[in-house]
């Protein structure tokens, strides 16, 4: 009698494919999302929140590694019953990995919404009289601040630009500038003492002269500030050997001062220096940002910078930097980077690295959290229903929901497929530890703190960027480290996409030697090819040698080294990838003369290797 109720209550759940989908699919998804933000966000919470235990980047912690660990539950836990929906098409494809790639970006989506909120909302506010209290108080998010003084003229500036996009189309423009906050009764004094009056000071101070004082770069307000019994020496420098030591800005000319001998015995060490050089217990910050098209040619794009400098510099001489509502800590991020780079640039002798940066927020504290937190049930929600759309079209495979039913635990083949590529195995052994060795180096330029999304140029030159003026005085190791190097994630995963496409074709034929010598060698070619074409150009990226490798193929493919009937199908295929790949690159932003070189040097060598390959093919045969 049990083993009947048994069948019939499961033709009953047979019948009922809605009711099935909900009670086998979407639950479980709600369930699972929901324990993931609550369980995500309390641990954000608790380590680096309340007991700050660890140093990571905030796009890091609010934006990547909730869409990364989201992938755990759905993989464990949704993907077997997705497998039990038939997902597969006319021509017997399956849509498993895309139904699972939406749950996670539905799963990923709230989350992340809620570590914004997280951190506006647990942020407290402190009230200080000074800024030079702000020691004696335990580190909070915000502040508002009474009795302060903001000098502009001693503010440092950095600017920065960055090439993004998946194709380079953009070119991003950053200004840093931070202003040192002082106690009100602390402010620089105005004096228009200079150089004790039997100097002549041989520089036309009227102009933009650099100053320098005991080996800083200062202002001419602090200049002004400087009392001229305590001035020991003054040295000019002008023409080429200001500018080869102090950059375009000393064109006018250099003061270098040298003040007397105090206490320790070290310049400027006495009260008056002490009073001009100390380091600021906070600095004012504030970024402008611009993004420009990088398809225009160098002219326009550096007038547009030009006149985003310009249009950038008059608002901030017009604006009032003590009208803030309340002050805000900038978190771990490359915003804090940028101000951070500023103020060592100009005050290197008392930069520390652990500065307190602070943001000027206009707007009510109560504010401060926006619309976030309905976001998160916005959000949540419109993935709900998305996931549910989903889950109702397809049709249920009855034999594997039979299976299901009774206990059986189908594998996803969609998983199995997605492990061919990512392990190394016979015949795809070196293709995916090349993938491996491009990732790691992504990998630790991200927790180095250099970004995600991007990279700027001044950071890519320091891991080893291409880039002629370096490459050819004696660096010429450039070349190679170059091609295991990428701008940013968009960059990386394209290249990564590339590169296993073809390696799956082209390693079990050519072997493993082959395939690394190729790769290596047109990944050279690639880089002396850009560096031939570009003057000075910092040129990253594994497309040249991923270049070179579709030009071996493309020319193995010409020779016949392959089946006929596999010939058709890719040669179209590999030509039309290669012509999109330089069309794009001839709209500007893309290293095209790498990948023409990769491409040509990958050719030639398939062309060469055809022969004794066919040679090969054919002692198989027989």
């Not at 200080?128 to 004696?136: E, R």
Request: glycine residues 8%; aromatic residues 12%.
């Amino acid at each position: 009698m049990s083993i009947y109720i048994t069948r019939q209550n499961l033709n009953q759940r047979l019948m009922n494919p809605l009711n099935q989908k909900i009670r086998l699919i979407f639950i479980p998804f709600l369930l699972i999302a929901t324990g993931f933000i609550c369980i995500y966000t309390f641990l954000h919470w608790l380590l680096f929140i309340n007991a700050n235990t660890f140093k990571v980047k905030e796009d890091v912690l609010n934006l990547w590694a909730p869409f990364v660990l989201a992938w755990i539950p759905v993989l464990l836990w949704l993907r077997p019953r997705v497998g039990l929906l038939n997902l597969k098409t006319k021509k017997g494809d399956s849509r498993n990995f895309g139904f699972l790639f939406i749950a996670t970006i539905a799963v990923a989506a709230p989350t992340i919404v809620a570590q914004f909120y997280l951190e506006t909302a647990t942020g407290k506010l402190t009230p200080l009289s000074y800024i030079s209290q702000v020691d004696k108080q335990a580190p909070t998010k915000y502040y508002t601040l009474q009795n302060h003084f903001v000098s502009k003229e001693q503010k440092a500036v950095k600017y920065e630009s960055a090439v993004t996009g998946k194709h380079n189309e953009n070119l991003d423009l950053d200004i840093y500038i931070a202003c040192p906050i002082f106690d009100k009764d602390d402010a620089p004094p105005e004096t228009d003492s200079l150089l004790p009056e039997t100097s002549t000071p041989p520089v036309t101070l009227d102009k933009a002269a650099v100053f320098v004082l005991d080996g800083l770069l200062i202002s001419r307000t602090e200049l002004d500030a400087v009392p001229p019994d305590s001035i020991a020496n003054v040295v000019v420098l002008k023409g080429d050997a200001a500018i080869e030591q102090y950059g375009k800005e000393a064109e006018n000319g250099v003061l270098i001062i040298t003040t007397k001998k105090h206490g320790d015995g070290q310049p400027g060490t006495g009260p008056a220096m002490q009073s001009i050089l100390s380091a600021p217990k906070a600095w004012l910050c504030i970024r402008y940002q611009k993004r420009i098209s990088n398809r225009l040619n160098t002219t326009e794009k550096s007038n547009k910078a030009k006149q985003f400098f310009n249009e950038s510099s008059m608002l901030f001489m017009q604006r009032n930097l003590d009208s803030f509502v309340y002050l805000e800590r900038t978190g771990n991020n490359n915003t804090r980077d940028g101000y951070l780079a500023a103020i060592k640039n100009k005050n290197s002798g008392i930069f520390k690295g652990n500065e307190l940066i602070l943001e000027p927020v206009y707007t009510s504290f109560a504010l401060r959290n926006g619309n976030k937190f309905a976001w998160i049930f916005g959000a949540f929600g419109i993935g709900a229903v998305l996931w549910f759309i989903m889950v109702a079209i397809p049709k249920f495979d009855e034999e594997k929901l039979s299976a299901f039913l009774k206990g059986t635990v189908i594998p996803g083949e969609d998983l199995k497929e997605l492990y061919t590529l990512l392990i190394p195995k016979e015949g795809f052994f070196v293709t995916p530890l090349i993938m491996y060795a491009n990732v790691f180096v992504f990998i630790c330029m991200v927790f180095a703190g250099l970004g995600f999304l991007s990279f700027g140029s001044h950071d890519l030159l320091q891991w080893g960027a291409n880039y002629k003026p370096y490459t050819t005085d004696g660096q010429s190791w450039r070349l190679l480290s170059s091609i295991f190097l990428h701008g940013g994630v968009m960059h990386l995963l394209a290249n990564m996409y590339g590169l296993i496409f073809v390696g799956i074709f082209l390693e079990p034929r050519l072997g493993r030697i082959r395939f690394v010598f190729i790769y290596v060698a047109t990944g050279l070619i690639a880089s002396a090819v850009s560096l031939w074409w570009h003057s000075a150009t910092v040129s990253v990226g594994a497309s040249g040698a991923i270049f070179g490798l579709y030009g071996t193929f493309l020319g193995l493919l010409l020779m016949k080294v392959f089946p006929k009937d596999f010939s058709k199908a890719f040669l179209v295929s590999t030509c039309i990838f290669i012509a999109y790949n330089l069309l794009m690159g001839l709209t500007g932003g893309i290293d095209n003369a790498a990948h023409i070189g990769g491409l040509l040097s990958g050719f030639a060598a398939g062309l060469l290797l055809a022969p004794s390959l066919k040679q090969q093919v054919q002692e198989q045969v027989v």
